[in-house]
């Protein structure tokens, strides 16, 4: 009893606290973009994201009592093969949705790949002598195997948000910097040069010399529409466009306080489409229904977790620790600012959920989890026996 009471101390319950406020806010605002839809199982997708976070809150705290250390020594290894394996299997045996196969029964494969490729990664680079060349191509394998099973799903916006978790870590744990950056400048270099292929053959007249220059563009037909939207938002604004314009509608017509919660016109209207407002632009919702102000409170409960969460790093002496929680942390981030970046038209659409708030239960469990880890530091980093003895040295 005393061990479970000193391990409750450690915990950071600001951290707790955020993240069962932005689940509650979840629940809020699914139940009123639910409320349009025609079935009673789509509007009571509400309840599926509520029982969803009280089973996560029961592996939170399984993980947030584990010795954090013991699970990457046992099990960021098979965690890691076991969800590669998960990622060929959906690939033969998954459920086709929305033109991709993401779907292994009830689950998605991909969202264990991300936190499994975090652990595997921190757990492999937090050991002695791994920073050099050798370093660098290891980290590069971890990554480029999970990530390439997920583009044949095909997912990009997964793949895309695997990248800077890795990088991040790799760049925490000092693994050939120059390298790293050399990296980072050809990936931004690719990127620039696959926008300005598209800027230049939309500005192309002629239908051959355009099609000419797609065939260099190394991306799918709806991926290089959507970049082709985020470049021209006015090209195609009742299709490939429509949804876009109709989110950023939302979003500016909310206001300062909202137009109230389930009395946002774009969803009850229709113009914000029911089939993505539960989950992709779910944002969306909130602002239009909340206001600028529900905006401010959403990141301020995002701030709540990445403040303490940043504390839990860099006062954890033990590098696995620290680099399991900034992995974490940039898993997060990466999937808040690109969810509401493009609902605004300043990144290109992906499907990316926003964290804790969009509908989705595999990717809620497995958030519930990582934060369970980064609770799991907080509390194991330090060893509280040599503490309690320390204390009762008399000064």
Not at 259 to 276: A, H, T
Not at 317 to 332: M, Q, S
Not at 359 to 378: C, D, K, N, P
């Amino acid at each position: 009893m005393k061990d479970v009471l000193s391990k409750l101390r450690r915990m950071d319950w600001v951290l707790s606290a955020c993240m069962v406020s932005l689940i509650v806010m979840g629940v809020v605002f699914i139940n009123s973009a639910g409320s349009v839809r025609p079935t009673d199982a789509l509007r009571n997708l509400w309840r599926v994201h509520a029982s969803t976070a009280l089973a996560g809150l029961a592996v939170y705290a399984v993980f947030a009592f584990l010795d954090y250390r013991k699970l990457l020594d046992w099990g960021a290894l098979p965690v890691f093969v076991v969800s590669c394996a998960l990622l060929v299997a959906v690939l033969f045996a998954g459920t086709d949705r929305f033109g991709g196969r993401r779907w292994l029964w009830f689950f998605q494969p991909s969202e264990i790949a991300k936190l499994a490729v975090i652990l595997f990664t921190a757990h492999v680079f937090a050991a002695p002598g791994n920073a050099g060349f050798r370093g660098f191509l290891a980290g590069a394998a971890i990554l480029c195997g999970p990530a390439a099973l997920v583009l044949a799903e095909p997912d990009l916006g997964t793949a895309l948000v695997l990248a800077p978790s890795v990088l991040v870590i790799l760049l925490a744990a000092r693994v050939w910097l120059k390298g790293l950056v050399t990296l980072l400048a050809v990936a931004l270099l690719a990127a620039g040069l696959v926008l300005w292929a598209v800027d230049r053959a939309e500005r192309e007249p002629d239908p051959d010399a355009r099609a000419k220059i797609y065939r260099f563009v190394p991306l799918r037909d709806h991926q290089i529409k959507r970049l082709r939207v985020f470049l021209f938002p006015e090209t195609d604004p009742t299709g490939a466009g429509y949804n876009l314009r109709q989110a950023q509608i939302a979003v500016g017509s909310g206001g300062i306080w909202g137009k109230g919660l389930k009395k946002g016109s774009q969803k009850l209207l229709g113009y914000l489409p029911p089939s993505v407002s539960m989950n992709d632009f779910i944002f969306a919702v909130l602002a239009e229904e909340s206001g600028f102000m529900g905006v401010l409170l959403m990141l301020a409960l995002f701030l709540g977790i990445f403040g303490p969460g940043l504390r839990i790093a860099v006062r954890c002496p033990d590098d696995r620790g620290r680099l399991v929680v900034i992995g974490i942390l940039t898993l997060i981030f990466c999937h808040l600012y690109v969810n509401v970046a493009m609902s605004v038209g300043l990144v290109p659409i992906t499907g990316l959920p926003l964290p804790f708030i969009s509908a989705g239960r595999t990717f809620l469990i497995v958030l519930m989890a990582a934060l369970g880890i980064v609770q799991s530091v907080a509390i194991h980093h330090a060893n509280p026996a040599v503490e309690d003895r320390d204390a009762e040295q008399p000064i």
